[in-house]
Structure formats: C-alpha cells, structure tokens
C-alpha cells in the first residue's frame, strides 16, 4: 500500500473516523485515497479555519480526536487561529499537514515554508514523516500522543512523496497509558485546608467539567466542607443545567471577577491556573485572586484529576454527603422587542433537552449563563483561546459527533464573519445546527474599550469599530451558501424560530438586530 | 506623547499613509490615536487575510509601504498565508502586531502565543518594542528595513504597555540606502553569454517589469542580441500591453514550461531563481531548465538590479537599438454562450486603459495573459506565494493607492471563498473594483490533479473537491455585503456588465458560471 493508505488505515483503525479538509495538490493521494480505505469520513470546509474548529468541536463532544487536513504552510496557517483555541482547550486533534516532496523543497517553491514553525508552539507532537514506509508508524504515534492526557494537537507533516511510495503499512496503536496519580500529600494537603475553615475555591480545568460523574464527586466534596466549585472563564466543555452540581465561570470582566474571588482565602486547583485577567487593563491587576490566598495544585493536566478528585472524597469521607443540584428552572417566554435581558430569557424559555449550546456571543451574551442554569441538561462549548471565529465551525464539529442532539450556537456577528464559510459545510453536510447571530453591527467590546479610555472617542477611531455601513444582510448570507435564514425583530418571532429551526433537524439562521 | 502616538507619528512622516486593521483591546491605544494624529487612514477588514492581502496590493500599486494592524498571535496568523504571498512578491509592508502588555504575559492569558516565531519566517525584520519610549524609533527602523532592496516586511509586535506609556518620541526615518551595484565580472560575463550565439533567456525578478523604463532598457538588450524576457510564472506586477517590450511568464503546467525553456541554452538571471515546478509531480522534474544549461546570475535580489541592466546595454552598446514591442491588438467581442476561449477574449475585448487586473483565476484563466497582450497598457498582478485568497484583498489595496484606475478582479471561485470579506470592505470603502466570479462550483484544479493519477477517480474521493451542492450564490453573497452584483449567462451580457461596472467607478461583481 502506498504512504496515503497507510495513514488512512492506520487512523481508521484507531478510532479517528472523521477528516475535516480542504486539501491541495500535495494532498491528492490522500483524497484518492478515500474511495479504497472504508471507514475515514471526509468533511469538505472552504476555508482551513472551519476545519480546525470543527476538529476542535467534534473532540470536545466525541471525547476522541478527529483528523484535519491542509495544504502545506498557508494552508495550515489559515487554521492556526483555531488550533491556538484547540491547544487551549486541551482537545486531542490529530493535525495533518502535506507538503512538498522531501527532494523538492530543496527549490523553495512558491508555496514552500517552515510547517513546523508555525505549529510547534499548539503541537504537543510533532513530526515530518521521512518516508511513506514510515507514515503508518508516525500516524499511530500521533494519535497516541494527541490522546494521552493532557490531550492535545499532534501535527504529523508529510511531503508528498511519502503519500504516493509505495511501501507503506499501518501502524497500531497501543493502549493510551493512564495518567500518573497526583501526590499522596497533594491529597492531605487539599483535606488540611478543605477543614481549616477557610472560605475555599476548587477550580475544575479541563475536561473535569465535562463528565455528570466527576461534576458529582466534586459536588459530594463541596457539599461536605462547604467550597465553591469554579471554573475557568475559557472553559471546554460544562456539563450543567437542572440535576447537576453547579459550578460557575470566572468571569471575563475584572471588576466582577475581582469581588467574587475576594470571598476566597483559599484555591485547590486541578489542572487549571491561577485565575489571570483576560488583558492587562491599565490599573487594574493581572492577577485575580486574593494578595496572599493560599494555592494548592491537587493535580495538575498530566496527572490523574478524576482520581485525585475521588482520593479527596474518600479522604474526606464526602461520599455519604449529597452534592447540591441546580434546581430546574427554565423561564416563561417573554414578548416583547429584543432586549439583551430578553434574549438572554428566551433563548433560556426555547433550549432543548440536550442541547449543545456553542457560546461566542461575546457582549451579546453577558447574562446566558446564569439565565440557563436551570435548563434541562446541556453542554455548553466557548472559545478557549480567544481566538475570534470558532462558534460555527465549533459547532460543524459538535453536530458531526453528535447527530442526535440539537446543536445551538450563540453568535456574535464580529466574530461570525471570520470563518462564515462554515454555513456552507453545514449545509452541505446537513447539520442541525440552529445559529443565532446578534446582530450589533459593531465590534461592540471595543467600543466598550475605547469608552473606557477617557475623553471623548473621535470619529475616525470609532469608525474603526462600526461593522455596519454597509450592514451586513446575514439572512442573505445564509440562503448564499445553502442554509435557510429569518430575521426576527421580537423576541416572541425569536422564540418561534429557535422552536422551528431545532424541530427542523437541519441548519438554519436566525438574525437577531440589537 | 504616548507610545501609539509616537507610532503613528513616526509612520505618517516616513510616509506610511494607510493602515489596513483589524485590531482589539490590545490596539485600543492606536486606533484611539487616529483623531489626534493627523494623515494615517485607517481601512477596517473583517477578517485579517484581508488586510495582509490589501497592505500587499497598495504596496505593488504605490511602490511603497502601508502598514497593517493586528490583533495578538491568532489575529496576525489569520494574516499570515497573505503575508507569506507579499514574502515572496517583495513588498514592502509595515506589520504591526499588539501583545499583552510586557508585565502581563508572564500568566499565560488565553489569547497568549509567540507572536516572534509565528512571523519570523516572514519578516526580513523583528522586533517586539521593550518600552514606549522605543517604539518611535523601532517604527523608524521598521519602515526603513521594509524599503531597503530587497524589499520585504517588517514586523513590530508591541505590547499595550508601549502603547499607552507616556515617553514616546516620534523616530526618523533617513534615507533608504542604494542597493549596491552588481559585480563588474558579471556584467562582463553576461556580455559574453549574450554575444556567443547560443540561445538565451533573461529572467526578470520583481520588481523590474514593473517599470516602462526598465522594461525598454531590457527590451533593447533582447533587440540587441536576440535574447528573449522572461519572468517568474508568479510575477509581482507585470506592465504590460500595446507598445510595451514583451515578458513572458514561464507557464505553470510542467508539460507547457518544458519545452518553452528548452529552447534556450543560457539563462541570464536579475534577481530571479531558476525556474522551478511549483509542485512536485511524480515522474516529472523539478527544475524547469534544460540539463547543463549555463545559469549565470547578473544581479541579485539585493543588488542594483536597474543599473546593472544599464550597465549591461552600455556594455553591449545597446542603447542604439529599438526594443521590439508589442504591437496594439485588442479582439472584437466575441458572442454566445460562455467558453473558456470566449471569456478570455471578453476580457481582452473590455480592458479598460490602465487597467490594473487582478488574476487570481487558476484553470478558468490560462488563456487570460495570451489573449490580452496587446491590449492597450495595463497593470498584471498575479498570486505570488500560492496561498489562495488574495485576489479581492490585492484589489482592495490597488484600488485604494490608484483611486482614478479601474481595478479588474479576475477570480476563482474556491479562491475567492478564502476571503470573501473583502466585499464589505471594498463597499465601506467605495472602491472602484470590478470583480469577475468564475463560477465553476470545483477545485477545478485538483480535479485535474486527481484525473492524472490514473484510474477512475471514486466518487467519495471527487466529492471534496466539488464546492456545488450547495452551489454558493455569489451575486447574493455579494449583494449581502453592499455590492451590487449579477450573474450572466453570455459573452455579450458579460462583456456589457464590465463596461458598466468599469464606468460605475464603485465595486461591482459579475458571476460567470463556468
């Protein structure tokens, strides 16, 4: 079998089914391959931004990594401001890049550059395959690598002429080794200072709060000794609603962050940070908790967080305690115009059963969280990295894994015109996947920003930030690219559409002027 | 004054007058700095490829640089498969990229990356500013650098810190030093190639067919020893048309390249390679040049290219002969159903005078550069680096620094997918831009690439490479984002749509299915 067949078999036989690509001429082989390797299923993208994001989202909600596929260094740098979320977001992503034979690039062709320059800084393996009889073996350690924890990107590059030799074989993928369990005394410590009485924060990194059983183990400690269970303001993946142990986001804006972490003398991390501001703010801390809070790391991302957790409830003896639930409450569907409290309350009154709900609404969405929180259960998804654009390839990736489940993403109108190519894998996959963009026709946290600064913002500057003039007609947009599309202007038509588009298992848009 | 004034200063005296942006928080101090710093015009992009793109169109068009704004590592990654075309064509371009303050990156924030190792391979120069009382001169170095032959980009990463600090100073920006002058052995030993009576090609690297005057000293070389002109297939910018000495670009296709260079058994080379594939084709070679041909390089990159093509037609005394020029031919409009022939004679039939053309138009326009030689003189500007998508982001720039030429767009449509946000910019900005869509719903290209593999093609295989299915409707996309557009179905209703669309003086699309 030649190179390109060995990669595909190789990951076919390692559970990575789905290739999100757009690929080029170095990366035929691989494309021929597809109709003689049963099993790989090949999600075409217009643009490598959506492809990233779509890996991203399909492993946030799969649990497994998808494959991606680009064409050598500008294509796979299109995709990087996505595979920057997915490196924050500790996915595992199996990233693949072709590029020019090994004995051609030696004419710096045009479209020559250093692939593993521009992905070693979001790759936790990295490698340029030397030959097609080596392509099998480096694709099983790729996936080996992108699914040991802390899962992550592993970037296999390969020149084309190891696709098309002639003497390639699959690789085997063995078992993925457990993590090592954290520190006996990380346990005792965390029990000493979860008793002293000290108001205490546990802060969940990824991906602890994805799954109902971790979230319920650490709702057992918390009720047992009375800490608050947090994460991250960029968090993964949250398992939450009505039933479920809640468990709340840093927020972005200092001046709130700083009064909640205030309550805290104390914080046991596992694998996640030290609480930071998003930006430096000009007098304002970067540092978010607490001068002198006491730090404990019980585990950190390499280490084994499921079972430090579990340590901790037995050395607790927290499991006999009842963890507290979210109480179900889901609003009454307000009438009326387009309010932001109004949005934030029918998107709540319209969310369905197992939604996965993908959330880049940026200044649109300040009040979701909390108006959802007794919603039936759900997944909600948000940019790791702060890279903008992620919500709708997020959410390509997400209904690919998740056929069954309504997808609903959140979307701000900024941050959806960088990767709107999306809307045309959607449609030409037929993903259900209801899209909301609010529609401020502004980078509106800039104008925030800028406000910020003092004095009066002049004109020029201001228009900068205006994405109107012309307005952008998403509607239009939509329909361009296959997906169906309504304007609403109240939120009881909003309601409606939510209510239409999720019963209508298939993509749809909804524009929402604010 | 603060840093970001010091910046802006610094730039509008060195004669940096445009700004393409996409900024964020991180940037708020510069675009704040728009209203109080007068001559720096800011043009917003909603995406950045675009901005790279336009920064590399204004600079091939206006001969010097702009500068281009972005927002941390994802902003300034989303820029780079533009940046790495504007690399290869050698603009000069000012890339300016914000980073967390320099106190602040020490906690890791999500939006975090190594911004230097993301462009290094870009940037002839680089630097991240320690302080805002270095940026003024750091912004002097940068626009320097970036002019110095060979021109290239100059990237300066500033921290917000250096921003809003408050001892900034505007820097200078000196004389940009002459390249200095080719070797006298190879002037004299060109002169005995072009004298021995073997066939000869001089291959012209940018920027030199982008001046009449260089052209024509060129032009009385070849008359003088019946050398022929050739260039790069991936041309900067080629003045060409009626009246102009002739260059011919060395053709893409391996098969068409092969024998049009084996007629020569000397290639005299300015600033140019060896002509290369553009990929490598299994069975095919990757240098284009007869084996054993004399290569023989007159002048480098960064030597005085110019002069030594004057010292050349001095030393060959063939100031004396007339260069053999184009003579005007310009077809009469064809009529009836759209045909690959039919449109490139279209084309020619409507170029207006002065024309900057813009060709991003992969299989639809191999006919294009034939078809339109002896039209009357016009600007060429082709892909320069093979990351698709910069056609509209080109045009954009172009038609902002040449507001009383027509821009002409001649443009794929999985190309133009890439950056489409380009439109809404083109019409925020009224740019006199008419863009042809060539519709023919595939990567055609690789359509191509996978035929030649021999076999029967499998249809799961063909499917990534069909972008029908939805077909995308580029006259709504268009219209979606304030451009008037329409489709056509003939020569003629073509050929009518460009005269009104030139006459219009305002951006424009015409979608030609194919």
Avoid at 202 to 225: N, W
Wanted: with cysteine; net charge neutral; proline share 8%.
């Amino acid at each position: 079998m030649n190179g390109a067949e060995s990669l595909v078999e190789t990951l076919v036989r390692a559970g990575v089914e789905v290739c999100f690509m757009n690929p080029g001429t170095s990366e035929i082989h691989f494309v021929e391959t597809l109709d003689r390797v049963r099993g790989m299923r090949g999600v075409p993208v217009l643009f490598e931004g959506v492809a990233s994001g779509a890996a991203d989202g399909y492993a946030r909600m799969a649990e497994k990594p998808a494959c991606a596929l680009f064409h050598l260094g500008p294509g796979c740098a299109n995709a990087l401001a996505n595979l920057h979320n997915a490196c924050r977001a500790r996915v595992p992503l199996v990233n693949i890049v072709g590029d020019h034979a090994t004995y051609h690039r030696r004419y710096d062709p045009p479209l020559n550059a250093d692939i593993e320059m521009l992905t070693r800084q979001y790759s936790k393996w990295l490698r340029t395959s030397p030959s097609s009889a080596a392509v099998g073996r480096d694709a099983a350690e790729a996936v080996a690598s992108a699914r040991t924890a802390p899962a992550g990107i592993a970037t296999l590059i390969l020149p084309s002429d190891t696709a098309w030799g002639e003497d390639g074989s699959p690789g085997e993928v063995g078992p993925i080794p457990p993590p090592p369990r954290a520190d006996t005394r990380a346990i005792e410590q965390a029990v000493a200072m979860l008793r002293n009485g000290r108001p205490t924060a546990i802060i969940l990194g990824p991906p602890l709060t994805q799954s109902e059983t971790t979230l319920k183990v650490a709702g057992r400690i918390a009720a047992a000794t009375g800490a608050k269970l947090l994460a991250p303001f960029s968090v993964t993946r949250a398992r939450r609603g009505a039933g479920l142990p809640a468990v709340e986001r840093v927020p972005y804006i200092v001046d709130q962050a700083l009064p909640m972490l205030a309550r805290f003398s104390q914080f046991v991390l596992l694998g996640a940070a030290v609480p930071a501001a998003f930006f430096a703010w000009r007098g304002k801390p970067s540092v978010l908790v607490p001068e002198g809070a006491a730090i404990h790391i019980l585990a950190s991302a390499d280490q084994d967080m499921d079972g430090a957790l579990s340590d901790l409830e037995t050395a607790l003896g927290a499991g006999r305690f009842e963890p507290i639930l979210q109480p179900a409450a889901q609003p009454v569907r307000p009438s009326g115009l387009i309010t932001i409290e109004g949005l934030a309350a029918t998107i709540a009154a319209m969310l369905p059963q197992e939604a996965i709900v993908v959330d880049e609404s940026i200044t649109s969405g300040r009040g979701f969280m909390a108006a959802t929180k007794g919603c039936p259960p759900h997944d909600w998804l948000v940019n790791t990295g702060g890279s903008i654009g992620i919500g709708m390839p997020l959410s390509i990736g997400a209904a690919v894994a998740c056929p069954d489940r309504a997808v609903v993403c959140l979307q701000a109108d900024g941050s959806g015109m960088y990767t709107l190519q999306a809307l045309w894998t959607a449609a030409r996959e037929n993903l259900a996947i209801t899209i909301l963009i609010f529609a401020n026709r502004a980078y509106q946290i800039l104008k925030s920003e800028l406000a910020a600064l003092g004095g009066n913002p002049g004109p020029r500057a201001l228009d900068m930030l205006e994405i109107g003039r012309p307005d952008l007609d998403w509607c239009a947009l939509a329909r361009a690219m296959g997906v169906p599309a309504r304007r609403v202007e109240t939120l009881e038509a909003l309601a409606r559409a939510m209510q239409d588009g999720v019963a209508s298992h298939a993509p749809n848009l909804i524009e929402v002027p604010l």
